[in-house]
């Protein structure tokens, strides 16, 4: 569903470039219920925005589904934006228009592809479990209610994949898990690819991968797994135990060998700049350089 490779977005004005993807990799599968992480200023945010359709790519490769979105002209981006891609903003103000019903907002991409169904509209509500409120205005409605509007309002034009930004950052954990039981029953149900940003790794833990980006690269992936399973693949006997599942972390490497070292190793091991690499027939082995001065 989704490829990246060497993603680079640079924002320029008058006197400043900011380089907010340095040639990021990614791949989503179709049908994929992940999550990206990182802080403030990693670039997630800049990616969520440019698989949107929202930021064009300054260079590399970023295709969704059949879309090369960096060739796409100005016409198909908009028929993009309406006919592939949902997003779900963090802030209820920009997925709602507050004068309309909760049915109305769902119902308004629809008009403007001049595609209205209110029963399919009707049955987006009842799955987001508003079947009794899908007549109320946005002022009658909590904010984990709107909030639930807006993921009807993604799913409306019948996306292949959805995109949320932050979706549970200003309602409580009950809600919160709420919604993300909704989003996994939509990927099921629906089968549409779901990528959800994210600084939350309590979010993360209920997807089955989450990707976190650092400077603008990917730099670690966490896949879910049962801890419990044989190497044969056997289930355990151990009655319950073969639910339990943990997130196993792996460090990306991309295709020409490179790769991002958690900085809280570098720090352990006294690397800054270079680093001496040992291969022992089985493990790779990083440490600090020796001295260069000969002594």
Known sequence: M???????????????EVVALQGL???????????????SGSGKSTLLNTLGGLDRPSAGQVKVGPWDLLKITE?????????????IWQNNARNLLPYLSALENVEMPMILSGKVDREYAKQLLEWVGLKERMHNKLHQLSGGEQQ??????????????????????????ATSD????????????????????????????????VVAIRDGLTSTEFIKRNPNIGEGGELPQTPGKGLQQVHEAYVVVDRVGRLQVPKEFLSELGIKDKASMEFDGERIIITAPKSLGGE
Not at 148 to 173: F, H, Q, W, Y
Not at 179 to 202: A, C, P, Y
């Open 2 to 16: 989704i490829d990246c490779e060497g993603l680079v977005k640079i924002y320029k004005t008058d006197d400043l």
């Open 25 to 39: 990799n990614l791949k989503v599968e179709e049908g994929e219920l992940m999550a990206i992480i990182g802080n």
């Open 75 to 87: 016409e198909d981006l908009v028929k993009y934006k309406r006919e592939t891609v949902g997003f």
């Open 148 to 173: 639930r509007v807006a993921m009807a309002i993604s799913l409306s034009n019948r996306p292949k994949l959805l995109l949320a930004d932050e979706p549970t950052g200003s309602v409580d954990t």
């Open 178 to 209: 709420l919604i993300m039981g909704i989003f996994r029953r939509l990927n099921k149900e629906l089968g549409v690819t779901i990528v959800i940003v994210t600084h939350d790794m309590t979010l993360a833990s209920k997807v089955d991968r």
